[in-house]
């Protein structure tokens, strides 16, 4: 089966928006320069080489299609836009996007329903592009390329409600630049999905990551840690606080060897961490490793204790 190349959005007109209530703004995105877009609405409208902002009128409030093709590399729903009007992604089609940067921020009464997912074979950056989805619940991610982002800053950042990406695991991280995944999770309460088999030698910058990440309960024991991030100095400001006690031991007890095993007995290591695992606890087990990352590695390990 072929894919079909369209873009197709649903809206309802007479949500609140700046528009009025028979109508509906499609808003692009800034800092490219080559847009030229066709939309075809479900009441028949044909609106063909759009290059920026596009205004539908309709004929009286209500939901409609939009079926857009060409060339959209963005979108941008940032500020005073018709976001909440955007009831539903019924497909995200063929379209390159190259930045998302902001394109689906606060779409709190939209839900996907497409079947296929948006194609990020050429996408730069994710930065705050689903930022305080409230609608979103569960989606499966699993084959969504992000090999070229280099930037996921706040890529799920509030989305309360959110509670698997399945797949997430399976993502295949490139070369980041310096904001990485910085506050990529914060405060998503009910997210359970695992993101431990990450391979995250590239990933610079975890700053708030998990910051009340409540259910966010995995070990961290496989992500390497001897480069990048602790360099990166953003290690400490992780916040997964919420660990289990054989997650937080195995992350303890793999982060020490991995630095036993670059910079033994704390040869050559500079990079003092003072990190905050919250409401985390750790048995005898992990007790000497834990100890060791505070004596020979010089970091301060705060937790409930043993």
């Not at 497909?91 to 996007?97: A, D, F, I, K, L």
């Not at 695991?169 to 309460?189: E, V, Y």
Request: with cysteine; proline share 3%; glycine share 6%.
């Amino acid at each position: 089966q072929v894919a079909s190349p369209a873009f197709v959005i649903q809206v309802k007109t007479d949500n609140s928006g700046p528009s009025a209530d028979n109508q509906f703004e499609l808003a692009v995105g800034n800092g490219y320069t080559t847009y030229d877009y066709n939309i075809e609405t479900s009441d028949g409208q044909i609106l063909n080489n759009n290059t920026g902002n596009t205004t539908i009128t309709f004929p009286s409030a209500g939901t409609y299609q939009l079926k857009i093709t060409g060339v959209l590399p963005s979108l941008y729903f940032q500020g005073d836009t018709d976001k909440l009007k955007v009831t539903s992604i019924i497909n995200w089609g063929t379209n390159p996007w190259l930045s998302l940067n902001r394109s689906f921020i606060d779409f709190r009464n939209c839900v996907i329903d497409a079947t296929d997912l948006p194609n990020l074979s050429q996408c730069t950056s994710l930065k705050l592009a689903f930022y305080r989805w409230e609608s979103l619940v569960n989606w499966d991610v699993t084959n969504l390329d992000v090999s070229n982002v280099t930037n996921f800053e706040g890529v799920f950042q509030n989305c309360f409600n959110l509670e698997t990406l399945e797949g997430i695991n399976n993502w295949q991280i490139g070369d980041l630049g310096i904001d990485g995944f910085k506050s990529a999770f914060t405060s998503c309460r009910k997210l359970t999905s695992t993101m431990e088999d990450w391979d995250a030698t590239n990933i610079r910058n975890v700053a708030n990551m998990f910051t009340n990440a409540l259910l966010y309960d995995h070990t961290f024991g496989k992500w390497n840690i001897t480069g990048d991030l602790v360099a990166s100095n953003t290690l400490n400001l992780l916040r997964a606080a919420f660990l289990s006690t054989p997650n937080y031991e195995d992350t303890l007890i793999k982060w020490e060897n991995q630095l036993q095993t670059a910079f033994p007995n704390g040869q050559g290591y500079t990079n003092i961490q003072s990190i905050n695992f919250g409401n985390s606890q750790y048995t005898f087990e992990a007790a000497v490793a834990r100890q060791t990352l505070i004596d020979t590695y010089g970091w301060t390990i705060t937790d409930v204790g043993q």
